[in-house]
């Protein structure tokens, strides 16, 4: 499966933007799916993640309570809100796909494919 993110931008911090993660070449429906970032200088860390169904959703710490994630298979994509950013939430986010459904979905190796990234700038 080939993944497409996309949405990024520069916004002032306090500021909202929806990335959104296109699938092609198969369905998403089969995979759990979620959303990295890797600031500059910085390793790349979990955001958010979702199963396959939506019925269950992880959040990292940071971010629980500002960002949204969700899916709409039917359209084969899977969104991130991000509301109330923040200057420390500039990075380039990237979204993934993952054969695991389960609380594993918060786990970078456990990703099978990749998207090329999304950058998203957080102004104070």
């Known amino acids: 499966v080939q993944l497409q993110a996309s949405g990024g931008g520069l916004v002032q911090a306090g500021g909202s933007l929806r990335l959104s993660c296109a699938a092609s070449?198969?369905?998403?429906?089969?995979?759990?799916m979620g959303w990295f970032r890797q600031a500059l200088g910085k390793e790349r860390e979990f955001v958010s993640a979702?199963?396959?169904?939506?019925?269950?959703?992880y959040y990292a710490d940071s971010v629980k309570g500002r960002f949204t994630i969700s899916r709409d298979n039917a359209k084969n994509t899977v969104y991130l809100r991000m509301n109330i950013l923040k200057p420390e939430d500039t990075a380039v986010y990237y979204c993934?796909?993952?054969?695991?459904?389960?609380?594993?979905?918060?786990?970078?190796?456990?990703?099978?494919?990749w998207g090329q990234g999304t950058q998203v700038t957080v102004s104070s």
């Open positions: 993934a796909a993952s054969y695991s459904d389960t609380g594993e979905l918060v786990e970078r190796e456990r990703y099978d494919y």
């Open positions: 070449g198969g369905k998403i429906s089969r995979y759990g």
């Open positions: 979702i199963t396959w169904i939506g019925a269950g959703t």
